[in-house]
C-alpha cells in the first residue's frame, strides 16, 4: 500500500508505510502536514485496506511529541490565511470553516497523545471524535460538526446562486 503525494507537491508521488511513517517519526514533518493528517481517511477499499492506514494515521498522530509552538503557529497560520480572504468568504472569513478546521486539528494534536480517541478522524471533521474522548462536550462537538456542515452546504451552492442571478 502507498500514499499519493502525502507529504505535498515538492515530495514523491507516492511513499510505502514504511516511508510515510519515517517521515513522521523523524520530526521532518511541519506542522501542517500533521493537520493534514487529522483529516486524512481511507475513501475507498475493503475492509482491511480502510483499516490499516486508519490506523497508521492514528498511531502517528498519538506518538506525536506535543510541542509548546503549536497553539501560536496554529494561530499566525489561520490569521494568515482570514487577512489573504475576502470578508465574505465563508471558508477563510472569520467564523468560516477553516475556524471549526483549525480548533479541532489544534485539539486533536494537542490531546491525541494523551486521548488516542480524539485522534479519530472517521468525520468530516474530528469534532465528534473530540467528543467522545471527553475533551468537548457532546453539546459542543455536536454543534461544531453541524455547523461546519452547514457552511460546507452554503460554500457548495453559492456557486449554483451566483450563476443563477448572472443568467
Not at 150 to 161: H, K, M, S
Request: proline content about 6%; overall charge positive.
Amino acid at each position: 500500500m502507498s500514499w499519493l503525494r502525502p507529504i505535498g507537491v515538492g515530495g514523491a508521488l507516492a511513499l510505502s508505510f514504511a516511508d510515510f511513517t519515517q517521515h513522521f517519526a523523524s520530526g521532518a514533518a511541519p506542522l501542517w502536514q500533521w493537520q493534514a493528517l487529522c483529516q486524512a481517511r481511507a475513501v475507498f477499499g475493503d475492509a482491511p485496506a480502510v483499516k490499516a492506514p486508519a490506523r497508521l494515521l492514528r498511531q502517528l498522530l498519538v506518538e506525536r511529541p506535543r510541542r509548546d509552538t503549536d497553539v501560536a503557529e496554529l494561530r499566525r497560520s489561520r490569521l494568515a490565511l482570514e487577512r489573504s480572504a475576502s470578508p465574505h468568504n465563508l471558508k477563510r472569513g472569520p467564523g468560516g470553516t477553516l475556524d471549526i478546521e483549525f480548533l479541532v486539528q489544534m485539539l486533536q494534536l494537542r490531546d491525541a497523545p494523551r486521548q488516542a480517541r480524539s485522534a479519530d478522524n472517521q468525520y468530516p471533521i474530528g469534532a465528534r471524535a473530540l467528543g467522545a474522548a471527553g475533551i468537548l462536550s457532546a453539546e459542543m462537538a455536536g454543534r461544531l460538526s453541524e455547523s461546519y456542515r452547514f457552511l460546507r452546504r452554503v460554500e457548495a451552492a453559492l456557486p449554483l446562486a451566483r450563476r443563477t442571478q448572472a443568467t
